[in-house]
């Protein structure tokens, strides 16, 4: 069955990185298009970036320059590395993808961004 499974998360000052994994299985990595998402106390879930299976990428416009998605396809684990983080990114992080038709969505990682 697909899994995805998101770590990395963690509670950090504003200006600060973290780097998020999402380590999928029970489908062919490679071939599919990833993305991560993020989601507010209060707020609905949003896209923030996401890259092809043949790696292009793209980005929410409020991440653009500071957050990059990226893949490693022999390990199969996409990742999002997050910089100059700000109080408006602390959400919780899901990787996402879709496998014949049907969206999958992992747990799940808290970002806490502090002032």
């Known amino acids: 069955q697909v899994q995805l499974v998101e770590s990395g998360g963690g509670l950090v000052q504003a200006g600060g990185s973290l780097r998020l994994s999402c380590a999928a299985s029970?489908?062919?990595?490679?071939?599919?298009?990833m993305g991560w998402y993020r989601q507010a106390p209060g707020k609905q879930r949003e896209w923030v970036a996401g890259?092809?299976?043949?790696?292009?990428?793209n980005y929410a416009n409020s991440v653009k320059g500071r957050f990059t998605i990226s893949r490693d396809n022999a390990k199969n684990t996409l990742y999002l590395q997050m910089n100059t983080l700000k109080p408006e990114d602390t959400a919780v992080y899901y990787c996402?993808?879709?496998?014949?038709?049907?969206?999958?969505w992992g747990q799940g990682t808290q970002v806490t961004v502090s002032s």
């Open positions: 996402n993808t879709r496998v014949r038709g049907s969206s999958y």
């Open positions: 029970g489908f062919i990595f490679s071939i599919n298009g």
């Open positions: 890259i092809t299976s043949t790696g292009t990428t």
